[in-house]
């Protein structure tokens, strides 16, 4: 079945530090990928997504590749700010008929240090 | 982007009780999720609640337990039935946005004593 594998944390960092949380994927087909984050005490926020291979998505400084040859999706953001300070995950849906499942990876804590 | 708002956000609860979740879309959406995270761990997928049908539960899922109602395209409840302390978790409701976007609702913190 589908699976999502993401960077153990936690991850701590300094401010302005660079931030790479790694994410791998096994998926039949061509699945939508997705990060999203999720603020302390509250839901989850979709931060940013991709459709394809070679897309990338991107949002608040954030960016990630859809790379279907290593069925990757890292996320990465060239300086992280106090209020990135979050747990991230990774997901992928198949789409077509009624398979609109996310799958989702067990999540990445990031802390900012000021 | 859909707006969705869920009831109550949180709640503390004795075992062998009940509770119902409301989950309220801005928009009319064929197609209603909802998720479970456990503490310190991911979401899963407990049900998909289409208007006008059975929902359709995951592995490790059940009816009886996990009672879903869906009485029109911008509503749902989920009830978590005779409860124990495992029933702890965060209860999120979720809806399909443009291109194949899921969209969460804020949450529902359960705690069962």
């Known amino acids: 079945g589908d699976s999502v594998t993401q960077m153990e944390g936690p991850v701590t960092l300094s401010e302005e530090a660079f931030l790479t949380i790694n994410c791998t994927y096994t998926?039949?087909?061509?699945?939508?990928l997705f990060w999203y984050v999720q603020y302390p005490g509250e839901g989850l926020q979709l931060l940013l997504k991709?459709?394809?291979?070679?897309d990338k998505g991107s949002n608040k400084g954030f960016e990630a590749t859809y790379r279907k040859e290593t069925t990757s999706f890292h996320l990465e953001k060239g300086s992280v700010q106090v209020s990135d300070s979050a747990v991230y995950f990774c997901?992928?849906?198949?789409?077509?008929?009624?398979?609109?499942?996310?799958?989702f990876g067990k999540g990445t804590l990031l802390t900012v240090n000021p | 982007s859909a707006v969705i708002s869920q009831k109550p956000s949180r709640d503390i609860c004795q075992r062998g009780t009940s509770l119902t979740i409301q989950c309220q879309v801005d928009?009319?959406?064929?197609?209603m999720f909802w998720y479970r995270q456990q503490p310190g761990q991911s979401l899963t997928l407990i049900a998909t609640?289409?208007?006008?049908?059975?929902?359709?539960?995951e592995s490790g899922f059940v009816i009886d337990k996990f009672p879903i109602s869906r009485p029109n395209l911008t509503f749902s409840t989920l009830t978590v039935s005779n409860m124990s302390p495992e029933d702890s978790s965060i209860y999120l409701c979720?809806?399909?946005?443009?291109?194949?976007?899921?969209?969460f609702g804020p949450g529902t913190r359960l705690l069962v004593l």
């Open positions: 991709a459709t394809k291979a070679d």
């Open positions: 997901a992928l849906s198949r789409s077509g008929g009624s398979n609109y499942k996310l799958t």
């Open positions: 998926a039949t087909g061509y699945p939508s």
């Open positions: 609640a289409n208007q006008g049908s059975e929902a359709t539960y």
């Open positions: 979720s809806v399909f946005g443009s291109q194949e976007t899921q969209y």
């Open positions: 928009s009319q959406v064929t197609m």
